[in-house]
């Protein structure tokens, strides 16, 4: 076994490499510095172990290694059910929450990466298995290859933003054409004329629309925007929350939110890095293959 000691060592650090690449303590302040991160880190360790260590066990021949490096791997699952509950305990304290749509996001994304070190991990191994130096380039592109391709989408790529005009009509709200709520108050009206902006989020296409329905998605404009540019909001202060209301004939979404400094370039800007939630990812236009074969 002291053949595969080297190959083991470079899959290994290479895998975690990866892993340090993938994590990323942004805007939205998680993983937590220093505590989460090394949480996340140790995570992604092991996962690179357990792809390296899979190499040499084939190899051997060393069927009960190989199981029960899978049952190991099988814990990962429990990488999303922790972050779920880690992200629902903190969300109840938002001003402006993600809701379970973001959550869930988030906690599978952190339940892939563990599987895309594994990956890399293994295939850096087993190349290395036959040159140490091939496996490490091989590696290399693997770690570039997961830095710049394993992305999701972001709004901008299937949606048009623009601002949207804040006034009343009597008590009702509206963002341009689109009605948000009811404001009874007359306080509330003007800090809202004062204080408040308004976003467009115009869809390109049939799935943009469907997508961009999604509760979920909606609430994440909000919960980047609260997370990036801060909030004019207050516990207690139901006619400040921001909110989302869709034009129901052209799919169309209006944002409404009160933001410490009112700019909306800083606003659109924040709004076309939003990512899009694999939960609310729809494709309606493939039901045209169904139609045509019909």
């Known amino acids: 076994?002291?053949?595969?000691?080297?190959?083991?060592?470079?899959?290994?650090?290479?895998?975690?490499?990866?892993?340090?690449?993938?994590l990323r303590t942004d805007f939205r302040q998680y993983p937590t510095y220093p505590t989460g991160r090394?949480?996340?880190?140790?995570?992604?360790f092991i996962a690179a172990f357990i792809g390296a260590v899979a190499v040499p066990s084939i190899m051997e021949s060393d069927w009960a290694a190989v199981t029960f490096l899978g049952l190991a791997a099988t814990q990962f699952r429990e990488v999303r059910k922790m972050e779920r509950e880690t992200l629902e305990k903190i969300d109840s304290m938002e001003l402006v929450k993600r809701r379970v749509g973001f959550i869930e996001g988030m906690a599978q994304a952190f339940e892939g990466r563990n599987y895309v070190v594994m990956f890399s991990a293994?295939?850096?191994?087993?190349?290395?298995?036959?040159?140490?130096?091939?496996?490490?380039?091989i590696g290399l592109i693997l770690v570039l290859f997961v830095r710049t391709r394993i992305k999701g989408k972001l709004?901008?790529?299937?949606?048009?933003?623009?601002?949207?005009?804040i006034r009343f009509e009597g008590p009702n709200l509206l963002v341009s054409d689109i009605h948000i709520k009811n404001v009874g108050l007359e306080e509330s009206r003007k800090?809202?004329?004062?204080?408040?902006?308004?976003?467009i989020i115009t869809p390109e296409n049939e799935n943009s629309v469907v997508t961009l329905s999604h509760?979920?998605?909606?609430q994440a404009m909000l919960h980047h925007l609260a997370n990036v540019l801060g909030s004019y909001l207050d516990s207690g202060e139901p006619d400040l929350i921001p909110l989302?209301?869709?034009?129901?004939?052209?799919?169309?979404?209006?944002?409404?939110?009160?933001?410490k400094e009112k700019d909306f370039k800083q606003i659109k800007e924040v709004l076309k890095h939003v990512p899009i939630l694999d939960s609310a990812i729809r494709l309606p236009r493939q039901s045209d293959k169904g139609k045509g074969s019909s």
């Open 215 to 218: 509760l979920g998605q909606r």
């Open 122 to 137: 293994l295939i850096a191994t087993l190349f290395s298995v036959y040159n140490i130096w091939f496996g490490i380039i």
């Open 155 to 165: 709004l901008m790529e299937m949606a048009d933003i623009s601002e949207g005009d």
């Open 191 to 199: 800090v809202i004329m004062e204080r408040a902006v308004g976003a």
């Open 244 to 259: 989302s209301k869709r034009n129901m004939d052209d799919g169309r979404v209006a944002l409404f939110f009160l933001p």
């Open 38 to 44: 090394i949480i996340h880190l140790s995570f992604g």
């Open 1 to 22: 076994m002291d053949k595969y000691i080297l190959p083991v060592i470079v899959g290994t650090l290479l895998g975690f490499v990866a892993r340090i690449i993938l």
